[in-house]
């Protein structure tokens, strides 16, 4: 997941090269691009090139909160952080044939009306709009009752990469990162050595 866009001068700039160093550091199944507040000519100027040079990797790009650029910008899904917001997208995605994800699901009723809803994952744990995080100890939960009891795909966020682990170890298909990527202090393809080396070691782990 790339960062919150604060300056959108020069979008994607390092962001956009950092996000390919990780994306051929190690095997990433999805980028989740977050977008600037462009006009939509210099949107879609910027994101095709970009979303291009990644799925050169085998990595399905969704992009959020913008069904309406999906088709043109040429990525492979949606991602909507509003639940309020997922029946429309949903509908829109089923008829391109593309992804639909949804992500802020405050309460478990909420992940369960997206499921009903035909989305094709469930995010937990990401950063709320103004940067704050859910307790790591709830996203875990959340995201081993989701697994037991649901095929919908879950994604757990994982605010470090000391956090992979025990959220690959929850059952989730799939781990998010974001901050502990782009702010990693050795760079992103470090970053992601560390995180693939985490979910190695979880994945050969006895199950308990």
Not at 53 to 76: F, K, M
Not at 102 to 126: I, P
Not at 166 to 186: I, N, R, S
Request: with cysteine; glycine share 8%.
């Amino acid at each position: 997941m790339t960062p919150p866009v604060q300056d959108a001068d020069g979008w994607p700039g390092t962001m956009g090269d950092a996000l390919l160093a990780a994306v051929a550091a190690a095997p990433v199944d999805a980028v989740l691009l977050r977008l600037p507040k462009l006009d939509e000519r210099s949107l879609l100027k910027a994101l095709k090139p970009l979303i291009a040079r990644l799925q050169e990797h085998n990595v399905a790009v969704l992009i959020e909160d913008a069904p309406e650029l999906v088709a043109r910008s040429g990525a492979d899904g949606a991602h909507v952080s509003d639940p309020a917001q997922l029946h429309d997208a949903a509908e829109a995605m089923k008829t391109l044939g593309r992804m639909v994800g949804v992500g802020n699901l405050r309460a478990r009723h909420d992940a369960m009306e997206a499921a009903e809803e035909g989305t094709d994952y469930v995010l937990f744990g990401e950063p709320r709009r103004d940067g704050s995080l859910q307790p790591l100890s709830g996203v875990l939960e959340r995201a081993q009752w989701w697994a037991e009891l649901f095929q919908t795909p879950c994604i757990a966020y994982a605010p470090t990469l000391d956090d992979v682990a025990a959220l690959a170890a929850t059952g989730c298909e799939f781990v998010a990162l974001g901050d502990a990527v782009f702010a990693h202090p050795g760079g992103p393809a470090e970053a992601m050595a560390l995180a693939l080396a985490a979910l190695r070691k979880s994945a050969e782990a006895p199950a308990r």
